[in-house]
C-alpha cells in the first residue's frame, strides 16, 4: 500500500484575518494493492496538526482529491504563513515519513493593501516567431477594454531588438515564444509564473484570445497591491535628456511579504520598425516582413535590470 500527494491549491495568494481558505489537494494509489482507509492531516505554520480519517476503496492507480477548509483566526500574525498537507497513514501503516508525502504551500496575510492602479503585462517576444503578430493584434484589443494595463515586449536575446540586460528573464519566464505574464507573476513556492497562446493563436478568432487575455488582466486588477508609485518625467530637448522622478509610499505589509524592495525602471518605444516573422494564410508559408511596426519595445534601463535597492 502506498499513496502520492501530486496537487495543492490553496486559492488566491493573498488572504485576510478571519477568511476560510478552501482548499484541495489530489493524490493517487501507488501501491499494487487496492486501499480502503487512509489519514489526511494538515497543519497551519507551527499549530497542532489536524487529522482526518477517510474511508473509501483507491484502486491501484487511481487518482481522488480530497477539499477541506482552513479557518485563519481574526488574530493572525500579518505576513507568511505556511500550510502544510501531508498523508498520516494508509491502511496500518503509519510509520511514513512525512517528508516524502507532504506538499507545502504559502500564502501571505494582510490588513493594510492599495488600489491596484496597473497591470504590467511583459511579452517575452521573438521576430522569427510569426506567432507573434497574432498575439500583438489580441494585445491591442485588450488595451482598448483595459487602459489600466501597462505592457512591455522583451524581445529575444539574439535578435535585433533584444537588450542584453532583459536576457536574464528569458531565462526565467520563457519556456517558448511568445510567452508572458502578468505583473510578472511570482511567489514562493510558485516562482516564475508564465503562459503562452501558441496552441490557439492562429486558429482562433483574435476576438476570442483577447476576451481570455482581459479576463486575466482584469482579474490581477483587483488583486491587493502593497505599494504606490507615481512617474513624473521631463524632457530636455536642447540636451536630449529626459529626467524620471518616481515617487511611492510601501506600506508594511510589502517588506514582509517580499523582502527587501527594489525599484525598475524601463524604457520603451512604440514605431519600431523591424524584422518579423509572419504566416501567410493564403498561402500556408512563414515569410519575413521587414517594415513590421513593433510597439511597447523595450530599449534600456534605467535601473539595474533587477532594480535599485530602496530605503522604505
Known amino acids: 500500500h502506498d499513496m502520492k500527494l501530486t496537487y495543492l491549491d ?15 489537494t489530489a493524490f493517487v494509489n501507488v501501491g499494487r494493492d487496492t486501499i480502503f482507509h487512509y489519514q489526511m492531516g494538515w497543519q497551519l505554520d507551527d499549530q497542532e496538526p489536524v487529522y ?15 477539499t477541506f477548509t482552513v479557518p485563519l483566526s ?26 516524502n508525502y507532504q506538499l507545502v504551500s504559502q500564502f501571505a496575510v494582510y490588513r493594510s493593501s492599495v488600489g491596484r492602479s496597473q497591470v504590467y503585462v511583459e511579452v517575452y517576444t521573438d521576430q522569427t516567431s510569426p506567432y507573434v503578430p497574432y498575439l500583438n493584434n489580441a494585445m491591442v484589443d485588450v488595451k482598448k477594454e483595459c487602459q489600466e494595463m501597462c505592457l512591455v515586449n522583451v524581445h529575444r536575446p539574439g535578435t535585433p531588438l533584444s537588450v542584453n540586460e532583459a536576457e536574464y528573464l528569458h531565462d526565467l519566464y520563457a519556456y517558448t515564444w511568445p510567452t508572458f505574464t ?4 511570482y511567489f514562493p513556492g510558485e516562482a516564475y509564473i508564465s503562459y503562452d497562446m501558441n496552441d490557439y493563436l492562429p486558429a482562433v478568432p483574435k476576438e476570442f484570445i483577447a476576451g481570455i487575455l482581459s479576463s486575466m488582466v482584469f482579474q490581477d486588477l483587483l488583486s491587493p497591491a502593497f505599494a504606490t508609485l507615481d512617474l513624473q518625467g521631463q524632457y530636455d530637448s536642447e540636451k536630449r535628456q529626459l529626467t524620471v522622478t518616481a515617487t511611492g509610499k510601501a506600506l508594511e505589509e510589502a517588506e514582509l511579504f517580499y523582502g ?45 535590470p533587477t532594480g535599485d535597492p530602496i530605503d522604505v
Do not use: C
Open 10 to 24: 490553496t486559492g488566491f495568494k493573498h488572504k485576510v484575518p478571519g477568511e476560510n481558505i478552501d482548499v484541495m
Open 52 to 66: 482526518t480519517s477517510i474511508t473509501d476503496t483507491l484502486l491501484s492507480g487511481q487518482k481522488d482529491y480530497w
Open 74 to 99: 481574526d488574530d493572525i500574525a500579518t505576513g507568511l504563513h505556511t500550510l502544510r498537507v501531508f498523508i498520516n497513514a494508509v491502511e496500518d501503516n503509519d510509520q511514513l515519513s512525512i517528508v
Open 182 to 185: 502578468i505583473n510578472r507573476s
Open 260 to 304: 527587501p524592495l527594489a525599484l525598475t525602471l524601463m524604457l520603451t518605444e512604440d514605431g519600431v520598425k523591424g524584422r518579423q516573422a509572419v504566416y501567410n494564410e493564403t498561402t500556408g508559408r512563414t515569410t519575413y516582413n521587414q517594415n513590421y511596426v513593433h510597439n511597447q519595445v523595450l530599449r534600456a534601463y534605467m535601473t539595474a
